[in-house]
Nanobody, 123 residues
Framework: VQLQASGRGLVQAGGSLRLSCAAS??????MGWFRQAPGKEREFVAA????????YYADSVKGRFTISRDNAKNMVYLQMNQLKPEDTAVYYC???????????????????WGQGTLVTVSS
């Protein structure tokens, strides 16, 4: 099983960026995005179930970020709009082994992690 994140970039505040995560080895019900800024703990950003019918966002990104999935390609995306300097972090995609359950914001419930991709937002 492997998760490969891509889409790193440097953008100005107010700009947009889309991150992609390719999963291989199996399919997953729940997948999510987390981020970790320098000197801070890894925090939840967004999660979605298989169909995308159930999504969950951190309050800090709600209304600005959108998680989506393309199950035919085994991909999950994070569209980030109205970016702020405080969104600067390494972003990780993650997946849960369990095939049941709702999307979760709890990082300990995720079994597989991508390598992380850096997003830098300049002011």
């Amino acid at each position: 099983v492997q998760l490969q994140a891509s889409g790193r970039g440097l953008v100005q505040a107010g700009g947009s960026l889309r991150l992609s995560c390719a999963a291989s080895g199996r399919t997953f019900n729940n997948m999510g995005w987390f981020r970790q800024a320098p000197g801070k703990e890894r925090e939840f950003v967004a999660a979605a179930n298989w169909s995308g019918s159930s999504t969950y966002y951190a309050d800090s990104v709600k209304g600005r970020f959108t998680i989506s999935r393309d199950n035919a390609k085994n991909m999950v995306y994070l569209q980030m709009n109205q970016l702020k300097p405080e969104d600067t972090a390494v972003y990780y995609c993650a997946a849960r082994r369990s095939l049941v359950g709702a999307p979760s914001s709890n990082k300990v419930e995720y079994d597989y992690w991508g390598q992380g991709t850096l997003v830098t937002v300049s002011s």
